[in-house]
C-alpha cells in the first residue's frame, strides 16, 4: 500500500494519523500543524525555503525546484539529522546524483510510470510520486496537495 504525504497550503484540520509526512513552505501555516504532526509521529518538512528551519521544531526539508549540488550537500552537512529531499522532475541522472549526496527521499513529478517503475526495481532510495489525483503507483509514497 503507498502512503500519501501531504503537501498543505492552510490551516484547515488535517488527519494526520497514518500520514508518514506533512511538507509546506510557509512556516506560518506549518506551525498549526506541528503538534499534531508530532504526537502522530508525522514528520514534519519545510519546502524550499532553508531559512525558515533554524528555530522551528520540524524534522526536515523538502525541495521542490532543483538546487545545485554543491548547495544541497552545503545543506545536507549543516542539517545531518533532517529528512531532507529533492524534486527531480522526471530526471532519472538528477534523482541518481542527489541520492548519491545524501538525499533521504526523491520526488518524480507524475509524467512516467516506466522511471517510477525503474526506480523501485533498482534504487533502495525512497521515491515519491507528486501527483494530483490519488492514483495506482509503484512508488513508495505520494505526494497530494490538501486543497486540491
Not at 488527519?15 to 506549518?30: E, F, H, M, Q
Not at 521542490?64 to 552545503?74: C, M, Q, V
Not at 529528512?83 to 512516467?112: E, M, P, Q, T
Request: hydrophobic share 40%.
Amino acid at each position: 500500500m503507498v502512503e500519501t504525504i501531504y503537501y498543505i497550503n492552510d490551516e484547515k484540520p488535517l488527519d494526520t494519523k497514518n500520514v508518514p509526512a506533512v511538507i509546506c513552505s510557509n512556516y506560518n501555516i506549518l506551525k498549526h500543524h506541528i503538534e499534531k504532526c508530532h504526537n502522530t509521529d508525522t514528520a514534519v518538512l519545510i519546502a524550499d525555503d532553508i531559512s525558515q528551519v533554524k528555530d522551528y521544531d520540524i524534522d526536515g526539508i523538502y525541495f521542490s525546484e532543483k538546487i545545485s549540488l554543491k548547495k544541497f550537500k552545503e545543506i545536507r552537512n549543516k542539517y545531518p539529522n533532517f529528512s531532507i529531499g529533492v524534486n527531480c522532475a522526471s530526471s532519472k541522472h538528477d534523482g541518481l546524483n542527489y541520492g548519491d549526496a545524501g538525499a533521504d527521499f526523491i520526488v518524480f513529478d507524475d509524467r512516467d510510470n516506466e522511471l517510477i517503475d525503474w526506480w523501485v526495481e533498482m534504487i533502495e532510495l525512497p521515491v515519491v510520486l507528486n501527483c494530483a489525483v490519488n492514483k495506482q503507483t509503484n512508488a513508495d509514497f505520494i505526494m497530494l496537495a490538501t486543497d486540491d
